[in-house]
């Protein structure tokens, strides 16, 4: 039980703070259309969470509900990868991040929708149509910003350059992803590494952008260990629970 509901927290956890990175955004696109879309993502996220978060409620029977586990952890109890959390610096960044966890979490709900457990796979299949759009816009930006301007591909380069740290985390396997796997729950996400850097490379090469040569990779956040951004994250979008607990509407 242990076990299930972490491996929950380490895809739910991702999409919470995602979303949360992009509902930031919300008012402040570079166009209307751009602006729209950005928070139909996040609202898509959002719903996932939903989901996700719910059933871990069930699988607890302890009387905790979704928002318990959106609102009312503490730091080190959020799994989700240090990816996620990274800033909006600009438009790039927040293009590039999008983008870089997008193939990811299409390759993750693909294998996940083949889940003996019946409720992670449902979720996983119907979370499948809203990220495949969320890949095909993310990618189509990549392109557009790398072989657009200089201006442009220097900032789209500069963005994957920074974040390209963070990507090889996804892939490394928690115990509780460890014992999914082997339970046919779950999914193991080392297995998709060689097909994630093959179609992140592909689109980049389209973009006319470099791949990065780098050696070193960030990690932690899927152990609970993240980066100072989560604080900030989490201080936003936990106040108004912490300052009126059991709030209702």
């Known amino acids: 039980m242990k076990s299930l509901v972490q491996y929950i927290y380490t895809i739910a956890d991702n999409a919470l703070i995602l979303g949360q990175r992009l509902g930031e955004l919300c008012g402040h696109g570079p166009s209307l259309e751009t602006d729209i879309a950005l928070t139909n993502i996040s609202l898509d996220l959002f719903g996932q969470v939903r989901s996700y978060y719910q059933y871990a409620a069930s699988v607890l029977a302890d009387g905790s509900t979704e928002d318990t586990h959106a609102f009312l952890r503490n730091e080190r109890q959020y799994l989700n990868a240090l990816l996620a959390e990274q800033p909006n610096t600009d438009f790039a960044y927040t293009i590039g991040r999008q983008f870089l966890y997008d193939v990811f979490h299409v390759q993750l709900l693909t294998e996940l929708s083949n889940s003996k457990d019946e409720t992670l796979a449902a979720i996983a299949k119907k979370s499948l149509k809203e ?85 070193f990779f960030h990690k932690g956040g899927k152990q609970g260990v993240h980066t100072e951004n989560l604080g900030y994250i989490l201080a936003d979008m936990q106040y108004m629970q912490r300052t009126f607990p059991n709030m209702t509407w």
């Open 131 to 215: 990220v495949l759009y969320h890949r095909r816009f993310s990618s189509d930006w990549v392109k557009r910003l790398g072989d657009g301007t200089d201006e442009s591909r220097e900032r789209m380069q500069a963005a994957i350059n920074d974040l390209w740290m963070y990507t090889n985390e996804l892939f490394e396997v928690t115990d509780a992803e460890r014992e999914m796997a082997d339970a046919g729950i779950g999914v193991d996400v080392s297995k998709l590494k060689d097909a994630y850097y093959k179609e992140v490379g592909s689109v980049l090469n389209e973009a006319t952008l470099e791949i990065p040569q780098v050696q």
